[in-house]
């Protein structure tokens, strides 16, 4: 069993490290997916609104909430009936905007790639409120 154990803690931190260079390649594709959304939305240090909101910390906010931005009646509605910003739902919203949140004034058609959504979320988790790192960066794991 000695001789064992250290086969397995190798084995462990092999399968470690791979998917932590995995997390890091979903994280830099989603750094150039994100370039079609950089022409409306900011993030990262220093980040400000433009003609979307600023997305550090995004995830856990209440849709049509970040402070100072004016969203669409659309959008504040779907954060008063509840919309909060979850990898679920902005996997979904990214897919169809307009579909997911009717009337919101966001032009953008969608990403009809679930391989490039994954890795815009994946990137936008790397950002908290001050656009670094997030505590809990790296921790996307795109649905099998």
């Not at 989603?30 to 433009?50: D, S």
């Not at 004034?105 to 001050?130: H, N, S």
Request: proline share 7%; aromatic share 8%.
């Amino acid at each position: 069993m000695k001789r064992i154990w250290p086969a397995v803690v190798s084995l462990a931190a092999i399968l470690g490290a791979g998917n932590a260079l995995a997390q890091d390649d979903l994280v830099a594709a989603g750094e150039q997916v994100y370039k079609k959304c950089a022409a409306c939305h900011a993030v990262g240090e220093g980040a400000k609104h433009r003609v979307g909101p600023h997305q550090n910390d995004l995830f856990g906010r209440v849709a049509g909430t970040a402070e100072g931005f004016n969203y669409s009646p659309a959008m504040k509605a779907a954060g008063e009936a509840g919309l909060v910003w979850t990898e679920e739902s902005l996997s979904a919203y990214l897919k169809n905007p307009r579909n997911y949140v009717p009337k919101t004034k966001m032009i953008f058609p969608g990403l009809p790639k679930q391989e490039d959504i994954d890795a815009v979320i994946a990137y936008l988790k790397t950002f908290d409120a001050d656009g670094e790192p997030a505590a809990d960066a790296n921790t996307y794991a795109p649905p099998s």
